[in-house]
Each structure stands twice: as C-alpha cells, then as structure tokens.
C-alpha cells in the first residue's frame, strides 16, 4: 500500500510563494519519477513538475522559472517550491508517484491539497 500525503496549500496573494510537501509511506528512492500534477476547476489535469530518482527534472512551459522540484530522501518526502504565483496557479495539486516494472509503470496519487492564489 503507496501513501501519498500532500500538504502546503492555501490561500495566497498573487506574487507570493507556498511551499507544497509529499510524503510518501516509503523510501523515495523506490520510484523512479515522482511529480506534482495540478486541475483547475473545468480544466485537465496537466503535468507542473516532476523528478526522476537520477535527479532529472522536468517542467511545465507554465511554471518555468517560478517552480522549483526537489527531494528529501531521508524524509521520503518531495517538494514543490512555488514562487510567484499567480491567480492562473488556482487548482487543486496533486503528488505523483511512478515505478517502471518490465516496461510498465504504475502510477500512485495523493489526496491533492488545494492552492488559491487571489489577485
């Protein structure tokens, strides 16, 4: 059993920073990608930022240069450092975990902890 536990979130004025964490049930280093999803309300659900147990990151187009991705392995617990938000960043942010098996990978997904950044 994966547990995901998202936390961080909240309310926020456009230009300030939240610090969003996931803690997982075990070691980190396990998967071999972990990442942040968000969904806004009416929208998909879109990749923000994800890592790999090598240490390769990986953005979206949207955040690039506001987001930052990090990993504590002692604490199994990831990171999405938010910076500069805006009133677009409004959704509810999703931890991701995924482990590759014989070419297959499966995905394992948090709660979500809801972030509303008001202008």
């Known amino acids: 059993q994966v547990q995901l536990v998202e936390s961080g979130g909240g309310l926020v004025q456009a230009g300030g920073s939240l610090r969003l964490s996931c803690a997982a049930s075990g070691s980190i280093s396990s998967f071999n990608a972990m990442g942040w999803y968000r969904q806004a309300a009416g929208k998909q659900r879109e990749l923000v930022a994800a890592?790999?147990?090598?240490?390769?990151?990986n953005y979206a187009d949207s955040v690039k240069g506001r987001f930052t991705i990090s990993r504590d392995n002692a604490k199994n617990t990831v990171y999405l450092q938010m910076n500069s938000l805006k009133p677009e960043d409004t959704a509810v942010y999703y931890c991701n975990a995924a482990r590759i098996t014989w070419g297959t990978t499966r995905n394992y997904w948090g709660q979500g902890t809801r972030v509303t950044v008001s202008s």
């Open positions: 890592i790999t147990s090598g240490g390769s990151t």
